[in-house]
C-alpha cells in the first residue's frame, strides 16, 4: 500500500473566516457543512478503508507478538504505518508529513483506534510526540526531527508525568540547570509511565529550570538516558510503558523547544490537541466493540432465537450507538473549529488561539472516553459468560478502554476544566442571546436551564466548589451535545431518531440537575420555591416514544452489522 494522503484537500471545505467573538455553544453559521459533518466523502472514505486494511492485515493478526512487547516488531509496524503517510498526517509537507488538518487526523485516529493498544502508540507519537516539534520547534529542530518522525524511521514520546507528578503536571521535580563554563545544561530525574518508552528515539522532556518548566528533546542515545522495565498494566498491553531515567544528561541549548521558562505553553496547549484526538480513537474502539456485540448477537442461539431478537439486547445496541453519535458529532465539530482557526491563523498563531478551545478539546475527551466504557461494558454483557474469555476480542477491548478516562487529563482533572472555561466565558446577557436565537425548543429549554443553574450557583459564590463545577461542566457537556447532535440529524432516519433521543435524555437530566442545585443552595424555603416554580412555568416538549425509536435504530444496525449512520 503506498501513500496516499494527497488526494484528500481539507482545506477546500473550510472556506469562511471563524470571526473572534464565537458562541458559546456549537453554532453552525460560518461554517461548511463539510467540515463537520459525521458523514465521510469519497476520498475519505478510501483513506478509512485503506487504514482498515491496514490494520486488520497488519496488526490485529500480530497482537499476541506485541503485547509480549516484541519491538523489534512493533518498530517495524510503525515505520509501514509512516510510509503510509499516516505517522506525519500533521506534519507540513515541507518536512515531509502531510499537513492534513485536524478533521482528517481525527478520521485517522477513530480507524487506528480499531488496532487494539498499538494506537496507543501511534496515537502518542503522532501527536504528542510530534507535534510540539510542529509548532514550538525552531528551523533547525524541524528539520533534523520532523522528517524522521513523520516516515515512522523514528518513534517519538512525551515525557511529562512524573510519580508525584500526575494530574499536577506541571509540579516537576525533575531539573535541569544551567552550566556557563561549558555552556550545557544538566538534566536529573525521573519521568513515570512515559508511552513508547522502550521504542522511542527521542522525547520531550520537561524540566524546571530556574526561570520555570522548560522543554527539551532528548535523544535515545544520548549518555545518562535510560529506560526503566516494563510496567505490568491492566490493558494496553501491546505499548510500551516505562519509566524514563535522566541521570546527568548534558544537553547544549539547541535541545531547548521553545523558550525557557515557557514549556507550560506546550504542555498545556498539546494537551489540548491530545484529547481531542483521544476522543476519535475511543471513538473508533467504540464502533468495534458494537461490531463485536452485534456479530456475536446475530450468531448466538437463546430461547430458539438470535439474542439480537430480544428487546433489552437491542436497548443495549441503540444505546450504544447513540452514544456514538453523540461522541462523533461534538469531535467533528471541534475539529471543524480547529482546521478554521489552522486556516484563519496560520501554523505560527494556531497555538496562541487554542486556548479558547481548551473546553472544546475537554468536553470531546470526557464524552468519548465514558462513552466508550459504557459501550465495551455492554458489549461483553451482551457476549455474557463468553465475553469474560479471553478467546473474544471483547476481553482484550474492556481492559484496554479503561485507560482513556485516567490519561491526558482524567475526567474530574478534564469537568473543573470545562466550568472552569465556561464560567470564565459566562455572561449572561450573552447566554440569553443564545436563548433568543436557539430553533429547536429542547435545546432552548436546556440553556435556560443551565442559566437558571448558574445564577443560583453564582449568587451564593459556589461556582469555587468543586461538586457544583461538576454539575455545571456535565450540564454544558449535554447542551453542547444536543447543539452537534441537532446539526447531524438530517443524515438518515437512523440520525433523526438517535438526536431526539439525545435531546429527550439531556433535556429531563438538565432539569433534574437543576432542581437539585437549587435545594442544595442556602436560602429561605420562599426563595427556593419561586425558583422551582419558575422551572415548572418552563414548557418541556411533549416526550417522544422512545422506545420505538430504540428499537428502529437496533434493527437498523443489526441489519447492517455495525454502526451505520
Known amino acids: 500500500m503506498a501513500c496516499f494522503l494527497h488526494v484528500y484537500n481539507w482545506k477546500e471545505v473550510l472556506r469562511m473566516k471563524l470571526t473572534d467573538k464565537r458562541s458559546l455553544f456549537p453554532d453552525e453559521r460560518g461554517l461548511e457543512v463539510d467540515s463537520y459533518s459525521i458523514n465521510l466523502n469519497e476520498d475519505e472514505q478510501l483513506i478509512s478503508k485503506t487504514i482498515h486494511q491496514l490494520v486488520e492485515e497488519k496488526i490485529l493478526p500480530n497482537m499476541d507478538q506485541l503485547e509480549d512487547h516484541d519491538y523489534t516488531l512493533q518498530k517495524k509496524r510503525m515505520k509501514e504505518v509512516g510510509q503510509l503517510g499516516l505517522m506525519g498526517a500533521e506534519v507540513p509537507e515541507e518536512y515531509g508529513g502531510l499537513e492534513a488538518g485536524k478533521r482528517m487526523s481525527g478520521i485517522i485516529a477513530e480507524k487506528m483506534g480499531y488496532a487494539a493498544s498499538f494506537s496507543v502508540a501511534f496515537n502518542i507519537h503522532s501527536g504528542v510526540g510530534t507535534l510540539p516539534y510542529v509548532y514550538f520547534g525552531n528551523e533547525a529542530q524541524k528539520n533534523q526531527y520532523l522528517p524522521k518522525l513523520a516516515s515512522g524511521e523514528w518513534v517519538g514520546a512525551y515525557a511529562l508525568t512524573e510519580p508525584n507528578a500526575g494530574s499536577d503536571a506541571l509540579a516537576s521535580k525533575t531539573t535541569a540547570k544551567w552550566n556557563d563554563e561549558n555552556q550545557t545544561w544538566t538534566i536529573n530525574g525521573e519521568k513515570q509511565w512515559i508511552t513508547n518508552a ?10 524546571n529550570t530556574e526561570q520555570g518548566i522548560t522543554a527539551f528533546i532528548v535523544e535515545r542515545t544520548f549518555k545518562g538516558v535510560s529506560i526503566g522495565p ?11 510503558t516505562a519509566t524514563l531515567i535522566l541521570e546527568d544528561v548534558e544537553l547544549d541549548s539547541a535541545q531547548v523547544l521553545g523558550e525557557v521558562g515557557k514549556g507550560h505553553r506546550i504542555a498545556l496547549n498539546i494537551l489540548n490537541l491530545a484529547r481531542l484526538k483521544i476522543a476519535f480513537s475511543n471513538i473508533g474502539m467504540s464502533k468495534q466493540a458494537l461490531e463485536f456485540a452485534i456479530k456475536y448477537g446475530k450468531d448466538r442461539q437463546q430461547f430458539g432465537k ?4 430480544f428487546g433489552l439486547i437491542q436497548e443495549k445496541i441503540a444505546n450504544m450507538a447513540t452514544a456514538i453519535y453523540k461522541s462523533e458529532c461534538t469531535a467533528y465539530y471541534t475539529a471543524s473549529l480547529l482546521d478554521r482557526q489552522l486556516i484563519d491563523n496560520g501554523k505560527e498563531n494556531f497555538i496562541s488561539s487554542l486556548a479558547r478551545f481548551s473546553m472544546d478539546c475537554s468536553i470531546n475527551k470526557v464524552l468519548a472516553s465514558e462513552s466508550l466504557d459504557m459501550i465495551v461494558d455492554e458489549a461483553l454483557q451482551i457476549h455474557g459468560g463468553y465475553g469474560y474469555m479471553q478467546e473474544y476480542e471483547v476481553e482484550r477491548l474492556y481492559r484496554d478502554s479503561r485507560i482513556n478516562r485516567l490519561f491526558e487529563g482524567t475526567s474530574e482533572i478534564n469537568r473543573l476544566t470545562i466550568a472552569k472555561s465556561f464560567l470564565k466565558q459566562y455572561d449572561e446577557e450573552k447566554l440569553n442571546e443564545e436563548i433568543r436565537l436557539e430553533q429547536s425548543v429542547y435545546i432552548r429549554q436546556g440553556i435556560i436551564l443551565l442559566n437558571k443553574m ?3 450557583v453564582t449568587s451564593s459564590d459556589r461556582e469555587t466548589k468543586q461538586m457544583y463545577q461538576g454539575v455545571i461542566a456535565d450540564t454544558v457537556m449535554d447542551v453542547y451535545a444536543m447543539k452537534t447532535a441537532e446539526m447531524n440529524s438530517d443524515h438518515s432516519e437512523v440520525t433523526k431518531h438517535m438526536t431526539q433521543i439525545i ?27 419561586r425558583y422551582l416554580d419558575e422551572i415548572k412555568d418552563l414548557l418541556i416538549p411533549d416526550f417522544i416514544n422512545i422506545y420505538e425509536a430504540k428499537e428502529n435504530i437496533a434493527k437498523s444496525l443489526i441489519r447492517k452489522g455495525g454502526y451505520y449512520v
Not at 198 to 207: L, S, T
Not at 230 to 240: A, T, V
Not at 306 to 309: C, S
Open 198 to 207: 522502550h521504542i522511542a528515539n527521542v522525547y520531550v522532556v520537561f524540566a
Open 230 to 240: 516494563e510496567e505490568k498494566k491492566l490493558g494496553i498491553k501491546g505499548s510500551s
Open 306 to 309: 438470535n439474542i439480537v431478537e
Open 454 to 456: 448558574l445564577k443560583a
Open 503 to 529: 435531546l429527550e435524555e439531556n433535556l429531563q437530566r438538565i432539569l433534574e440537575r437543576t432542581k437539585r442545585i437549587i435545594v442544595a443552595l442556602e436560602g429561605d424555603d420562599l426563595e427556593k420555591s
